[in-house]
């Protein structure tokens, strides 16, 4: 579930080499930490966030798998 995240993340931002991605395991869910260059955080919401929510939607999707919840933070 992180690279896939860490993969789109970067295909979407001017400055790949900035984004970080930290993972926190709980019992239950797994919290996955998003960070990006400051001037690529529009570009990881997108227009009324529509692309972190399709990123969401695409992590809880490949968590099911796992029969874990997955939750993405976008930190500024």
């Known amino acids: 579930m992180k690279t896939l995240i860490e993969y789109i993340a970067k295909s979407l931002v ?3 080499e900035e984004v970080q991605l930290s993972e926190v395991e709980g019992e ?8 990006v260059a400051k001037e ?3 570009k990881v919401i997108g227009k009324q966030g529509r692309t972190a ?6 992590l809880s999707a490949a968590s099911t798998k796992s029969k874990k919840r997955a ?3 976008i930190l500024e």
């Open 14 to 16: 001017d400055h790949p």
């Open 28 to 35: 239950q869910t797994t919290v996955l930490e998003l960070k």
């Open 40 to 42: 690529d955080l529009g």
């Open 53 to 58: 929510r399709a990123m969401r939607t695409i």
């Open 71 to 73: 939750v993405l933070e």
